[in-house]
């Protein structure tokens, strides 16, 4: 239960006017921050992450070689690309779950039959929380970052978890 602050009128959580003054009530429900690193997440911009410029590939590459890359290079995707525009994204997930043993049987397809296609994007200047909860209910652990429409970069859950590490020890020296 929620109390109007214009009457004291008890209200049910989360409704938006109060039942008795009509007055809104939508301010009392947003979420809040407890701690000092969901205040960061929720201040903090997704370009503090300093996002990594993305690797990509044309949708047309064989899937082989999109794996090598992968391997050569230590990341985790690479964003598939079409006439300068990103088409999709692949990542080790979909190499393990699409792919998984036919790899060496499916190297010479091109990688757009096995990315995820249109993939779900956050701005520069998201909040952190609000690009790690589309990650959580997306279940990704990669997601493009948009500079002004164009993709200028990639973060990954491993990103977010060194920030909230370094948040919690700077707190904790402070």
């Keep these: ?71 050569d290079e230590k990341i985790g995707c690479v964003v598939v690309m079409q006439n300068d525009e990103m088409v999709g994204i692949f990542t ?7 792919l998984n043993t036919e790899a060496v049987r499916l190297g010479d397809r091109p990688i ?13 200047d998201a909040s952190i929380a609000f690009a790690l ?9 990669h997601i493009p970052v948009l500079s002004d429409g164009k993709t200028s970069g990639v973060i990954s859950v491993r990103d977010i978890l060194r920030y909230i590490t370094e948040d919690l020890l700077s707190a904790a020296l402070a």
């Excluded at 409704?15 to 929720?42: T, W």
């Excluded at 080790?92 to 699409?98: C, P, Q, V």
């Excluded at 909860?133 to 652990?141: C, F, P, S, T």
């Design 92 to 98: 080790e997930r979909d190499a393990l779950m699409r």
């Design 1 to 71: 239960m929620i109390t109007c602050p214009f009457c004291d009128e008890e209200n049910l959580d989360g409704v938006d006017e109060c039942a008795e003054c009509g007055q809104p009530l939508d301010f009392l429900s947003k979420p809040r921050a407890n701690s000092s690193v969901e205040r960061s997440l929720v201040k903090d911009r997704v370009y503090m992450l300093s996002p990594r410029k993305p690797l990509s590939v044309d949708a047309a590459t064989p899937v082989r070689d999109v794996l090598k890359l992968l391997v």
């Design 112 to 124: 757009a039959d096995y990315m995820t296609p249109s993939p779900e994007t956050v701005d520069i």
């Design 133 to 141: 909860h589309k990650m959580a209910i997306g279940g990704y652990r």
